[in-house]
């Protein structure tokens, strides 16, 4: 059996740009930072706890509370859930080729994002996905965004109860390139911001997919 994870802004759903707005707003309500750098990819760990705890320490001088992460999350959905549901769409022909995926026993599917669990489900919902006999790891499990790879295939094997012969990641951005070459995993690039060996446009072709796994 062979394990695919997959990312999910980007990757799955087309909400890079509505996450990013909806992250933004909310790192300045609950954390009091108007103006901070929102190029993610300058930040250590590019993942929703990560990105806040350095937006925390190098603008507030603080470390986040428990208080502060649960008003940050909280406030987070509440905006995700203000937007148009018609900014929450597809990567298309995802749902289908996770459905495809899914069906066969060939493949163990798993997500891992570095968005919170909770606004990643909301958005996954939206966008009209079911996942919920799909393992998941986010930033509330870990800040590394190795990590949370690791924790998805970890709840897949678990799942599965099984061992896999491989493991390709699906990813969008230059830090699951990076992610995925420090676990020593197959990247499968979706999206056009990748200039990788395997890259597709998006799943509107999932036989030419299916053939590269």
Not at 165 to 188: C, H, K, P, Q
């Amino acid at each position: 059996m062979k394990a695919l994870v997959f990312d999910i802004d980007g990757t799955l759903t087309q909400t890079n740009a509505v996450d990013s707005l909806c992250f933004t707003q909310a790192i300045q309500e609950v954390l009091g930072v108007e103006d901070f750098d929102t190029d993610w990819s300058s930040y250590q760990f590019v993942t929703d706890s990560g990105v806040a705890q350095e937006i925390s320490q190098r603008y507030c001088d603080r470390p986040m509370s428990g208080s502060l992460t649960k008003a940050l999350y909280q406030r987070l959905v509440e905006l995700l859930q203000e937007q148009p549901k018609e900014s929450f769409q597809e990567v298309p022909g995802a749902i289908d080729f996770l459905k495809q995926l899914q069906a066969s026993p060939d493949y163990a599917v798993s997500l891992a994002t570095g968005a919170h669990r909770e606004s990643a489900l909301y958005k996954l919902e939206t966008a009209g996905f079911d996942t919920s006999e799909i393992p998941l790891a986010s930033s509330s499990d870990a800040v590394v965004r190795e990590h949370i790879m690791l924790q998805a295939l970890d709840r897949s094997a678990q799942q599965e109860r099984a061992r896999f012969s491989s493991v390709t990641y699906f990813g969008d951005a230059s830090w699951d390139v990076e992610a995925s070459s420090n676990l020593g995993w197959r990247l499968i690039g979706i999206g056009s911001e990748l200039e990788t060996e395997l890259t597709f446009p998006d799943f509107s072709d999932p036989d030419a997919i299916m053939r590269c796994l």
